[in-house]
């Protein structure tokens, strides 16, 4: 029995001890972010090294598709649309496939990012982008595999592949001017009607100036085409702080007529719960 209990006890410390060891990867991991113009760029990839060994059209063979790295997919996230080769891609998260080859690779953004090196079925359907690049020799060895943004300008990048004496630039080109442009127009045009409103909201909900609170919601009113239900419970909730119960009963019955119109339950019975309240003397 002691043997026994020995036995397992030797096993537990072995299992116990070898949960415990690290080592380092053969292909460590890496993430970079880099902002190109107004747009972020991340890259979450693993980075292999050559050792001697001979990489493209050997390790990595020529006209066959391969993960851009080691282990799971290399991923490249955008923060806005982007274009490539003059094709629109919209922003989001890509594993990047290559199809590397002498004189030209082939460069694919693969909306599945899940899988584990390859797809076991690559699905065309899945191919946000592809794209080709020209790969340049270099008289430098790069032992270790690298992923960069480089050449940054406000409204391009390259996105560049390099490992051994090969790099494959792929030319990004970023909507800086346009978001930019948006920026300024709308910070020279003046608050918007959602603004306005939010301020409103924000004055009642803190118990601060309700005359501050009534001003910037009467704004979002006045800006607004339509006079939404909610926009009009927020003003009748305000009135009512302020003491104007008869003002505050109006204003609940022309939201009360537009939730009614939209269906919104909840908002016809908060209206006619207030009406009910505010009509007491």
């Known amino acids: 029995m002691k043997k ?3 036995t397992l006890l ?52 020529f006209g066959k598709l391969w993960r851009t790295g080691a282990n799971a997919n290399t991923i490249i996230t955008f923060s806005d649309d982007v274009m490539i080769d003059g094709k629109a891609l919209p922003k989001g998260k890509y594993a990047l496939y290559t199809i590397p080859k002498a004189d030209m690779w082939d460069v694919i953004f693969y909306k599945d990012t899940d899988n584990w090196g390859n797809p076991e079925n690559f699905d065309e359907a899945k191919v946000a982008l592809k794209t080709t690049a020209k790969p340049q020799m270099s008289n430098n060895k790069l032992e270790t595999f690298t992923v960069a943004m480089n050449n940054l300008d406000n409204n391009f990048a390259h996105l560049e592949i390099s490992w051994e004496k090969t790099l494959v630039p792929v030319r990004i080109d970023f909507p800086t001017d346009k978001i930019a442009m ?7 045009n003046g608050p918007t009607a959602a603004d306005y409103y939010a301020a409103g909201t924000y004055y009642f909900q803190s118990n601060g100036d309700m005359k501050k609170a009534l001003e910037y919601v009467d704004k979002a009113l006045g800006m607004s085409p339509q006079k939404a239900f909610w926009q009009l419970r927020q003003k009748s909730l305000i009135q009512a702080k302020l003491g104007d119960k008869k003002g505050a009963i109006e204003t609940a019955k022309l939201s009360l007529a537009a939730a009614e119109t939209a269906k919104n339950n909840d908002y016809v019975k908060m209206n006619k719960d207030s009406i009910a309240e505010w009509s007491k003397k």
């Open 10 to 61: 030797m096993a537990v410390v072995c299992s116990t001890g070898f949960s415990q060891v690290k080592t380092p990867q053969s292909s460590p991991k890496a993430v970079i972010s880099q902002s190109v113009g107004l747009t972020d760029v991340s890259i979450d990839y693993s980075r292999p090294s050559a050792k001697g060994r001979t990489i493209f059209g050997d390790l990595v063979p």
């Open 4 to 6: 026994m209990i020995s």
């Open 182 to 188: 948006a920026s300024i127009d709308k910070a020279l």
